[in-house]
């Protein structure tokens, strides 16, 4: 696998992952709306700790593309020889 085939896969990894994990850990605002603030969603949340996810995504990321890779090079994930 190439560099340029690494990153692609690397960075459709990390897409796949970051959204599965965006959703884990939100709370909503809890408190009834006194006045409607404009263009603020009630149901958004008060931290979502966007740098925490993107730092859990890159080590789980790391992770799985360092498995794939090692397959890819000892030969068993090669997809040139299943399609011929």
């Known amino acids: 696998m190439g560099i340029t085939g690494s990153i692609i896969v690397y960075v459709m990894i990390w897409w796949i992952i970051f959204f599965s994990v965006l959703p884990t850990g939100i709370q909503s605002n809890k408190e009834p709306f006194r006045e409607k603030i404009e263009g603020e969603d009630p149901g958004a949340p008060e931290n979502p ?4 996810k993107f730092f859990i995504t890159t080590i789980i990321t790391s992770i799985i593309f360092i498995v794939i890779y090692y397959l890819v090079k000892i030969d068993f994930l090669n997809l040139r020889e299943l399609l011929q």
């Open 49 to 52: 700790k966007i740098a925490k």
